[in-house]
């Protein structure tokens, strides 16, 4: 899977990465072929669209780092946003419930639901020492029962002795009552499939989960089917609600659209990936190890990680010393307000200090919000250099100009230029104390 895709990536990016400078025509020409290879590889077409769209808006404003060409930043736009369509965190089945945890397995006939639900079986009984009861609510097929009957005896995994004629509700009501019973952890509902989506297997899967009350459904997909697989997922999720999804068969090769779609498409993430028939064939999907592979380009990748990190610093420990000396003008300011957007505003920086979820409340109360920092760092651009370095030159008629220029008021620039004097404050108590932030404190 992906070779197709990998091959001509590589030929895209490997073309602009030697280059030592990049216009926009070179950017823009290099988009359309990166979005004539995803559709290729058959990604959902607004998948597509809004990923390039947001690759060239990164890529127009992207700050050119010191000892990174032009082309190798936009090879990690490219693979971060590959990253961010694939789903950023693996996520994996959760089995964060009371015992026994149900999970249901749902699909049509032969995307491998069978198969994967005794793959996930003995995955959970060796890695993590669970306990778990399988078993199939197929009474349709009427191999079916026997078949993960089967699949139990060959990994030695417990399936629930089958009782010819039960209505699959009253299965999935004696599996989960079984599983408490007998001490299970986990018990595993592999439903009905059907060669189609029909309205009687949605109202079966609907009935069933009502009597299970599943704690995870995974609906499970062949890769293969491209397409059809995420409009398959999109159609359980509105009609039963899936809490994940399997992509089976990857090991084919197929040209790995519904992969990259899927996330984007359904918002539900892809927690497991089957790679071949054999029991142990199933694996974890980490979004980052699969846009590495999909790229290729891991050096180039950690190159600009490493180069965007040594900018920071230098950025931090030039702040410091102007901060020692007691000055902080505007400009820098609007640095610090736009590094707080891109740690992902005050969520973002919130969520990176523990504990700090009453700090955020007490901000908010104090009027300072994401949308605020976007506001004042418009009012920020609108003055000219030589009233961003000295700001005691802000009278009436340059703040009337100001406000203009940054849809804002007066009242809106007295208030930024207020809680600037504040930091500069903080800051030049602090100078020579070698103290470092108060950011936040000066803020309030
Ligand atoms: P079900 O009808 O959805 O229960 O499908 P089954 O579990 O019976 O699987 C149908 C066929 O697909 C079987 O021959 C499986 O061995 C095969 N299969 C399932 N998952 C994978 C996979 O990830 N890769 C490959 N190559 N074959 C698979």
């Known amino acids: 899977m ?3 895709l990998q091959e001509r990536l590589g030929a895209i990016l490997n073309g602009l990465t030697g280059r030592g400078a990049l216009s926009e025509a070179d950017v823009s020409a290099a988009l359309r072929e990166v979005r004539r290879a995803l559709i290729e590889a058959d990604v959902a077409l607004d998948v597509v669209r809004s990923f390039t769209d947001r690759v060239r808006e990164k890529a127009v404003g992207a700050t050119v780092l010191k000892s990174v060409k032009p082309g190798q930043m936009v090879v990690k736009i490219v693979h971060d946003e590959l990253v961010e369509m694939l789903g950023s965190e693996g996520e994996t089945i959760s089995l964060n419930a009371p015992a026994p945890v149900v999970i249901m ?3 049509l006939q032969g995307s491998g639901k069978t198969t994967t639900t005794a793959k996930i079986a ?3 009984t ?3 020492g669970k306990k778990v009861l399988m078993a199939s609510l197929d009474t349709r097929r009427p191999a079916a029962q026997e078949q993960l009957k089967q699949l139990g005896e060959q990994t030695g995994i417990a399936t629930l002795p089958i009782i010819p004629e039960q209505l699959p509700t009253d299965i999935a009501r004696r599996a989960v009552q079984a599983a408490k019973l007998g001490g299970y952890d986990v018990v595993i509902l592999d439903t009905a499939g ?3 989506i029909d309205e009687p297997l949605m109202v079966e899967m609907a009935d069933i989960k009502k009597v299970s009350s599943p704690h995870e459904i995974l609906l499970v997909a062949d890769s293969l089917t491209g397409q059809d697989a995420v409009n398959l997922a999109r159609n359980f999720d509105d009609r039963v609600g899936i809490t994940g999804i399997v992509l089976t068969r990857m090991d084919g090769d197929g ?10 498409v359904t918002g539900k993430p892809i927690k497991l990936i089957g790679t071949g028939e054999k029991m142990d064939a199933l694996e974890e999907f980490h979004p980052r190890r699969v846009a590495d592979r999909i790229l290729g380009m891991g050096d180039i990748v950690s190159l600009v990680e490493k180069a965007a990190a040594t900018l920071d610093q230098e950025k931090a420990a030039a702040m410091a010393k102007k901060m020692q000396e007691g000055k902080f003008d505007l400009n820098d300011l609007a640095e610090q307000l736009r590094q707080m957007q891109r ?3 005050l969520g973002g920086i919130m969520g990176l200090m523990p504990g700090m979820g009453k700090m955020k409340d007490q901000l908010a109360a104090a009027g300072l919000n994401d949308k605020i920092i976007a506001r004042q760092i418009a009012i920020i651009q609108s003055m000219t250099p030589e009233e961003r370095a000295n700001p005691d030159i802000l009278k009436h008629s340059r703040k009337q100009r100001i406000a203009r220029g940054s849809g804002t008021d007066a009242a809106q620039i007295n208030k930024l230029l207020k809680m600037h004097r504040g930091m500069a404050d903080v800051m030049k108590a602090m100078g020579g104390k070698g103290k470092k932030g108060g950011m936040i404190r000066g803020l309030v």
């Open 2 to 4: 992906f070779e197709n």
């Open 105 to 107: 397995m749902v699909g």
């Open 122 to 124: 003995k995955r959970l």
């Open 126 to 128: 060796d890695r993590q």
């Open 194 to 196: 059907r060669t189609h």
């Open 255 to 264: 040209r790995g659209g519904a992969a990259l779609s899927m996330r984007a």
């Open 343 to 345: 740690m992902g505003g």
